[in-house]
Each structure stands twice: as C-alpha cells, then as structure tokens.
C-alpha cells in the first residue's frame, strides 16, 4: 500500500511568490491534514480538508489556502511568501471518524526555503 | 487556548539508559493523546491514549496517561542509538503536537 506521497520534496522560492504544494492520501483515506513545522516550534496546524471540504483551520492568514480535489488529493498554497514561511510542510491523511483510533499518517513532508 | 507542552526540549543519554519524555496538554474537548516518533520527515505513530492509568506498550516503549493531572509520558528503556530522533506529543480534536523532545542516544 503506497503511503502518503507529497511533492515537490523541496522548494525555494523568493520572497513575495507563491508556492503549491501536493499531497496524495493513503488510498481509502478521505480526510487530509496540513502542518508546518519551522524550526523550534513543533508541529503547527494548518488546514484539514475531509471530502473536498475544508472541516477546519488553524491560526494562519488567509495567504494559506489549500482545496481537496475529487480524487481526494490536496493542494497548500501560501501566496505572498514572506522569509518565515520557510519550514518543512506535513501532510498527514486519515480515514474520518478512524483518526482517532489509530492517529494519521504522515508524508515525508515538502521543505520550503524563501530566499 | 489550547496548547501541549512538552519537557525536556532536549536530552542526551547513553546508551543503555531509560528515559522519560513529558507532556501535559490543555485541550478542549479532550478525546485521546497521541505520540509520535519523527526520525527525519515523516512522524511515525507510537501511540493513543484515551483512558488514564492505562499502560500501552510496544517494545521497550511504553506510556501512560493521567486524565486528572492532564498529562503523559513515555518511557524508553534500555534504548539504542535507534531510538535518536524527535518525540511529538499531541492533544486530539484539532491535533495540537507540543514542540517535541529532541532525544539523542550516545553510543
């Protein structure tokens, strides 16, 4: 079973652009979450969509958006990159209403640099 | 607000030795905790807990909650330069992780 697949695995951007990121769930898996963990601070929540919904948001600006398509597949996007978004972005997928039973699984992560 | 605090942000041992990470959470709508072992990108599951006093194992890893106090640990014995990585604890519902223990094994 191919685990969840993120890409690009790295990213530089420069300041003020905009990055997409990808995120491919574990098959079955309905639900996809984003996290970004900068250096120091743990992992921080972002975003979690659940059948092409997004059920809930974490304390970011608006410039953090993403979507879920029909394949269950998701899209990050921040626009307007300022030099702290640099961080590696998680993405972890989950069957709904099964998360809390056996917690997620994570994709090894895409790290972006602004320059 | 919610937040999960872990302790220590750092340590260093031999191996050998036994360790205990800590977390205590304040998270509404409390349903479980979640620990996570995070070698290089991808946290791996280690373990959930929802009911206190309860001890999960897995190996040399264990941990227990205490709903009352509101927190956890997770203890490692005998550990091995495997076990070196970044230990994440997190509050369900919305999923808030702690900053995580950064644990080193020495050879």
Redesign the interface.
């Known amino acids: 079973e191919a685990?969840?697949t993120q890409s690009p695995t790295h990213l530089i951007k420069t300041r003020g652009q905009q990055a997409t990121l990808r995120c491919s769930p574990i098959s079955g898996h309905t639900s996809v979450?984003w996290?970004q963990q900068a250096l120091?601070?743990?992992?921080?929540?972002l975003l979690w969509y659940d059948e092409g919904e997004e059920r809930?948001r974490?304390n970011f600006p608006p410039r953090f958006s993403g979507r879920q398509f029909p394949n269950y597949s998701s899209e990050l996007n921040v626009n307007a990159l300022e030099l702290e978004d640099s961080a590696?972005y998680?993405c972890a997928s989950s069957l709904i209403g099964w998360a809390?039973?056996?917690?997620?699984?994570?994709?090894?992560?895409t790290r972006l640099t602004v320059v | 607000e919610d937040k999960v605090v872990?302790s220590p942000l750092s340590l260093v041992v031999h191996e050998g030795d036994t360790v205990t990470l800590n977390c205590s959470y304040e998270v509404t709508n409390f349903?479980?905790l979640?620990w996570?072992k995070q070698e290089?990108?991808?946290?791996?599951?280690l373990f959930?807990l929802?009911s206190s006093g309860i001890e999960k194992k897995s190996g040399r890893l264990s941990s227990i909650l205490d709903k009352k106090e509101l927190f956890s640990i997770l203890n490692i014995t005998a550990t091995q330069t495997g076990d070196s990585a970044i230990y994440?604890c997190?509050g369900?519902d919305?999923?808030?992780?702690?900053?995580?223990t950064r644990l080193h094994i020495l050879p």
Do not use: E, W
């Open positions: 685990g969840v979450y996290y120091g601070l743990g992992l921080q929540f809930n974490g590696l998680l809390r039973s056996y917690g997620y699984t994570f994709g090894s992560g | 872990q349903r479980s979640l996570y290089k990108k991808a946290p791996t599951f959930m929802t994440l997190a369900d919305k999923i808030i992780f702690g900053k995580g």
